[in-house]
């Protein structure tokens, strides 16, 4: 089972680049940053990166500190998985052009906290986070879904990381009652 979802992940992340690449005219070889675009605010895949790029980054930041301070053994494994999905996501986001956006006041706190607890404390709070940070992405992702713009590429990489993206909210949920026992 575990294989399954490796593949699928590496899967995803590896259409997640080509799909978006050719969204945006881009050539992921050559670090061109984006063109500006025709696009509205709504339909612009490049919009709808900036404004998932600092859930993700926030995210990658907190498992950053989840791999030193989880102490519940499955609260452990959730952070090495979704540390590697951050990891391959804000590459992805750089190479495209879109940079490590600034963390803003909402992301600092939730850092700040992070380093102030520990224990149970702490791995609640993580996936409190995580949670939330997944929930925004799937309200992003969902709104773009609905939008009218024809990028059918960026549409098909929504597409096809809805699915995860609740597949982690929903484990996420769980984590969170196992960890609070």
């Known amino acids: ?16 680049v080509a799909a978006v690449a ?8 050559s670090g061109r940053s984006f063109a500006a675009a025709p696009y509205t605010a709504q339909t612009n895949p490049k919009a709808f990166l900036g404004k998932i790029a600092p859930h993700i980054f926030l995210s990658m930041a907190a498992c950053t500190i989840a791999l030193k301070k989880a102490t519940h053994p499955l609260v452990k494994k959730f952070t090495t998985f979704e540390m590697a999905e951050t ?3 804000s590459d992805i986001l750089r190479e495209m052009g879109a940079g490590t956006p600034p963390m803003n006041a909402r992301g600092e706190q939730v850092l700040k906290d992070l380093q102030t607890e520990s224990g149970k404390a702490f791995d609640l709070r993580f996936l409190s986070a995580q949670a939330e940070a997944h929930a925004a992405l799937e309200d ?4 773009f879904l609905k939008s009218p713009g024809e990028d059918k590429h960026a549409k098909h990489l929504a ?4 699915p995860a993206i609740r597949e ?6 769980m984590l969170l009652a196992e960890a609070a026992k």
């Open 1 to 16: 089972m575990e294989k399954i979802r490796s593949n699928r992940r590496n899967f995803l992340i590896q259409s997640s």
């Open 22 to 29: 050719t969204a945006l005219g881009v050539s992921t070889s």
């Open 87 to 89: 990891k391959a996501l």
């Open 140 to 143: 992003l992702t969902v709104s």
């Open 159 to 162: 597409m096809a990381t809805l």
């Open 168 to 173: 982690h909210l929903d484990h996420c949920k």
